[in-house]
């Protein structure tokens, strides 16, 4: 469907330069040339516009995706994954990976370019490694909150702060922070991404 309305959309637009630029051969003056002139300008205007707009939109995910990654690092970073630092016997609520930029930008298809084409695998990854943190956090509560002993409960709590998906969730969301910083820079800008 969108290459028939991009086709109806500008094969007119091209057939009027064309025959515009025809008609300035034979008749060269000023209303040959104008009407030359606005047909390029017209379509050169929406494939500018077009590029700008997509563009503007690629930075923008690029940014909200380099905030969601401080954002994860500050919540993985967070004193109620550390063993040493609960109650005993106190069952508590874990905080949860944010993955909704990571979810909008891979529905979006704004990464789906060759150009960024590691960066789209990579989203699909943290995307699959936030969700698999994610419940296992719903595990770990679920199982605390059964009225546990004191000493089973910090054994599950150790083992979630040694757990394989701690340690994925963590290095992954540092790896991405680190390849936006790297390889496109001038599309976030640093001095203007929000930190968490």
């Given at each position: 469907m969108k290459s028939l309305v991009t086709f109806i959309t500008f094969f007119p637009l091209l057939l009027g330069f064309i025959l515009a630029a025809i008609w300035w051969t034979k008749e060269p003056n000023f209303e040959s040339l104008l009407t030359?002139?606005?047909?390029?300008?017209?379509?050169?205007?929406?494939?500018?516009?077009?590029?700008?707009?997509?563009?503007?939109?690629?930075?923008?995910?690029?940014?909200?995706?380099?905030?969601?990654?401080?954002?994860?690092?500050?919540?993985?970073?967070?004193?109620?994954?550390?063993?040493?630092?609960?109650?005993?016997?106190r069952p508590i609520v874990f905080p949860r990976l944010i993955i909704s930029v990571t979810e909008t930008a891979i529905a979006s298809g704004v990464f789906a370019e060759r150009q960024d084409r590691d960066l789209f695998s990579?989203?699909?990854q943290w995307r699959h490694t936030a969700?698999?943190?994610?419940?296992?956090?719903?595990?770990?509560?679920?199982?605390?909150?059964?009225?546990?002993?004191?000493?089973?409960?910090?054994?599950?709590?150790?083992?979630?702060?040694?757990?394989?998906?701690?340690?994925?969730?963590?290095?992954?969301?540092?790896?991405?922070?680190?390849?936006?910083?790297?390889?496109y820079p001038r599309g976030i800008g640093e001095h203007e991404v929000l930190t968490a």
């Open positions: 030359g002139l606005g047909l390029l300008a017209t379509i050169t205007g929406i494939f500018g516009e077009r590029w700008a707009s997509a563009n503007e939109k690629r930075i923008e995910f690029l940014r909200a995706l380099l905030n969601e990654c401080s954002s994860n690092v500050a919540i993985l970073s967070d004193r109620r994954f550390d063993p040493s630092s609960h109650k005993p016997g990579l989203l699909h969700n698999e943190f994610n419940r296992r956090l719903d595990i770990t509560e679920l199982r605390t909150f059964t009225n546990l002993s004191s000493q089973e409960i910090c054994s599950l709590y150790e083992a979630l702060q040694e757990s394989k998906e701690f340690n994925e969730a963590l290095g992954l969301t540092k790896h991405m922070a680190t390849v936006l910083k790297s390889k």
